[in-house]
């Protein structure tokens, strides 16, 4: 079960300029999850020592085991490890080969194609029975605009790029509205499962495992769950093999339990840090800091630096409902980036009051000393204040008319 990236923008549903980062659980606990709500998954286990994995393995007493490296990353299969292993994922059929993989997995770090250059280290692996697969489908439910609740939405093409199923044959996407009130009805389950392709006995367990999704669903305050495959094995068993849980941010307060387990190891320290004061942190390779509000506007002033001939060095989103503290903290994090040469801030005040963000940045560039070129193009509510603010500050910050003046005095600041 992968719970490591949300859908891409052309899927379902956008969620990466949400103001929370998302909830990043390991593989073994979104399985767990499932296993709770009575999903049908792999009998697994999890180990933090080569020893464990190994009397896992013993436990297991499976025909074949996989074992997997547990890391918030995708490509693991194809992954590389710095003890020279390849492959996250592994198959056997001798407990003993299990605990020597693992010796070679936990502690040094897994390179894939999602992680940084040096990889993430491995701290924790699952031993799972490994189940051969003679069908595989997919299987979501999600929330949908366009209906006002949750959807679910299925196709017997299972094990690929859902979005290439959409595009090449949209007649095998099929849809079922799920009616918040009644919750999944038998018929609507028994219709999936059969546009699933699933057949005679399998198709009631289908259904089953449908209405147990649901109810997972609604359990954890999901946005989505995505089954991708909802397999059929040769003993005529329906089993979940790997999913994606989307949850919902808001419902924090009443998902503590699942909240907890966030696993934050992994995650960039000033997206963190970033998150801490709701503010939209992005790291990128460029010297030119952006410090905006909204994100279309931040992604257009990267655009128009790039245009420039700059590089932007991050894309940080102050969002609406700013204040003071916030900007302070916002220079905090864009001022400890070494790669940073230059600061451009582009703010256009609508709820956002512009006099603000002068304040907080007249503050912050006398706290923090502030030794890169400043160049601050305001527009908006109290823009006059602001502007007066900025003026009578006597920092040394360039003023810049519109957004198209500010880049290219962003830009020509670090060639002088």
């Known amino acids: 079960i992968e719970l490591i990236l949300p859908l891409s923008c052309s899927s379902f549903q956008c969620s990466w300029l949400t103001p929370r980062r998302w909830l990043n659980l390991q593989e073994y606990q979104s399985k767990k999850l499932m296993q709770d709500s ?12 080569a020893s464990e994995a190994q009397e896992a393995a013993k436990r297991l007493n499976a025909k074949e085991i996989v074992l997997k490296a547990q890391i918030l990353a995708g490509g693991r299969g194809k992954g590389v490890f710095d003890s020279g292993l390849k492959g996250g994922v592994h198959l056997t059929k001798d407990p003993a080969v299990v605990g020597e993989l ?58 690929m790029d859902i979005e290439e199923v959409a595009a090449s044959t949209p007649e095998l996407i099929f849809k079922e509205v799920i009616d918040i009130y009644k919750g999944v009805q038998d018929d609507q389950a ?31 305050d999901a946005t989505q769950v995505e089954v991708n ?21 808001n419902a924090e ?61 991050n894309f940080l989103d102050l969002g ?43 503050k912050a560039c006398r706290e923090l000393e502030l030794k890169v070129p400043l160049v601050v193009r305001l527009e908006g509510t109290n823009v006059h204040e602001a502007k007066r603010i900025l003026t009578e500050s006597g920092l040394p910050i ?18 002088k």
């Open 38 to 49: 009575g999903v049908a998954v792999q009998r697994f286990y999890v180990a933090d020592t």
């Open 102 to 159: 693992a010796k070679r997995m936990l502690g040094f770090n897994l390179i894939t194609k999602q992680t940084p250059k040096d990889g993430v280290k491995v701290k924790t692996v699952m031993v799972a029975e490994a189940l051969d697969i003679s069908r595989e489908t997919y299987f979501a439910i999600l929330m949908d605009r366009a209906c006002n609740g949750p959807v679910m939405v299925g196709s017997p093409q299972g094990g």
């Open 190 to 220: 028994l219709r999936m499962a059969a546009n699933l392709g699933f057949k005679g006995p399998l198709q009631r367990q289908a259904a089953d495992q449908i209405k147990r999704l649901y109810d997972l669903f609604l359990k954890v």
């Open 229 to 249: 495959p909802l397999g059929e094995t040769p003993e005529g068993q329906v089993v979940c093999f790997d999913a994606k849980i989307n949850f919902d941010d």
């Open 253 to 313: 307060f009443r998902q503590k339990d699942v909240f907890a387990m966030d696993d934050m190891t992994e995650s960039d320290a000033t997206e963190m840090e970033a998150a801490k004061w709701d503010l939209k942190y992005i790291g990128m390779d460029g010297n030119i800091a952006c410090f905006v509000n909204g994100a279309g506007l931040a992604m257009a002033t990267c655009d128009i630096i790039d245009l420039h001939g700059g590089k932007p060095a």
């Open 320 to 362: 609406g409902g700013v204040k003071e503290r916030q900007v302070y903290e916002a220079f905090k994090l864009l001022t400890a980036d070494p790669k940073v040469e230059a600061i451009l801030v582009n703010i256009f005040g609508g709820i956002v009051n512009c006099a603000i963000i002068a304040n907080g940045i007249t």
């Open 398 to 415: 360039t003023a810049a008319d519109n957004l198209d003046d500010a880049a290219k005095k962003a830009v020509a600041a670090i060639r």
